[in-house]
C-alpha cells in the first residue's frame, strides 16, 4: 500500500464556507438563500477569478 502525505501551503489555498439556507425552526423548514445552480455559478466566478490571479503572477 502507499501511503502520500500532503503538505499544503495553506497561505496559497482559498477555503470557501457558503451560507445556502437559514433553517426555520418553528415551521420545520428551511429559507433557501442560494440554491444549488446559484451556488455552482459563484463557485465559478470564484475559480476563475482566482485561475486568472495565478496565471498573472498576482500575489506570489
Excluded: H
Excluded at 4 to 26: C, G, H, R, T, V
Excluded at 40 to 50: A, P
Amino acid at each position: 500500500m502507499n501511503k502520500q502525505k500532503f503538505n499544503y501551503d495553506y497561505s496559497k489555498i482559498l477555503w470557501m464556507k457558503m451560507f445556502l439556507a437559514k433553517p426555520d425552526y418553528e415551521n420545520n423548514t428551511s429559507e433557501v438563500l442560494i440554491n444549488f445552480e446559484q451556488a455552482l455559478e459563484i463557485i465559478k466566478r470564484i475559480d476563475n477569478i482566482t485561475q486568472l490571479q495565478s496565471r498573472s503572477g498576482c500575489c506570489d
